[in-house]
């Protein structure tokens, strides 16, 4: 099992470009995660998705929209990228909530918008 | 709304020794977990413990062990034998039963384990 894998693992942009990173999970869970990371604030959630087709808005989703029309993937996209956009996105999935709720993470992208 | 908050931005710790990372939180749910997240420089965020409000026990795993303290809202991480690979930074994070899984992550707390 690869676990949650992340696509692309860093990335440069100019401000204005648009921009999609792909999370893919190969554990058949029903619940993924998108968040950013940011210095001294933690990881955040930007969006999220309780199964195929759904998807639900985090703590801070401006700027972002997401799909899944897969179950195993669930993307991200920046339609015009801002400095204020630069961080590490986490990616995570976990199986419907129950007595155990871990949540598996990807590696992370880097993410620069100059 | 459910927050977390690690007061500590910075710790060190001599190898061998003990070391304790203090997490609060706030929420007017009762039923609900805590967990504790370690992040090494590989940026891959790996689960080191769990707890769940409803149990009075405090978790343990291995040199990991918590102090949860439901009354006070309180979910420390103690960290004994200290060991150079528990270098990292430690997230605290809380989820509340019956949400849609969503984790609620504090600020977390860098420790360096020394030679």
């Known amino acids: 099992n690869a676990g949650v894998t992340q696509t692309p693992k860093f990335r440069v942009l100019k401000t204005g470009q648009s921009m999609t990173l792909l999370c893919a999970q190969d554990?058949?869970?029903?619940?993924m995660y998108w968040y950013r990371q940011d210095p001294g604030m933690g990881l955040r959630l930007i969006h999220y998705s309780v199964g195929e087709g759904t998807t639900a808005k985090g703590e801070v989703p401006d700027g972002y929209n997401v799909s899944r029309l897969k179950k195993q993937n669930f993307l991200l996209g920046l339609e015009s990228a801002a400095p204020s956009q630069t961080s590490v996105y986490f990616c995570a999935s976990s199986r419907r909530p129950s007595s155990y709720n871990e949540q598996f993470f990807g590696p992370g992208t880097r993410l620069t918008v100059l | 709304a459910q927050t977390v908050t690690q007061s500590q931005p910075e710790m060190s710790v001599q190898e061998a020794e003990t070391v304790t990372l203090s997490c609060t939180y706030d929420?007017?749910?009762?039923?609900?977990?805590l967990f504790w997240y370690k992040q090494p420089p590989s940026r891959q965020m790996i689960l080191v413990i769990r707890q769940e409000a409803y149990k009075q026990q405090n978790a343990t795993e291995n040199r990991f062990s918590v102090n949860f303290q439901k009354a006070a809202k309180s979910f420390s991480l103690k960290i004994s034998d200290s060991q150079l690979g528990d270098t990292a930074m430690y997230f605290c994070?809380?989820?509340?039963?019956?949400?849609?899984?969503?984790?609620?992550f504090g600020q977390g707390t860098t420790l360096q384990v020394k030679p």
């Open positions: 929420t007017s749910e009762n039923n609900y977990y």
């Open positions: 994070a809380f989820l509340a039963m019956g949400n849609t899984g969503k984790l609620i």
């Open positions: 554990m058949n869970h029903e619940y």
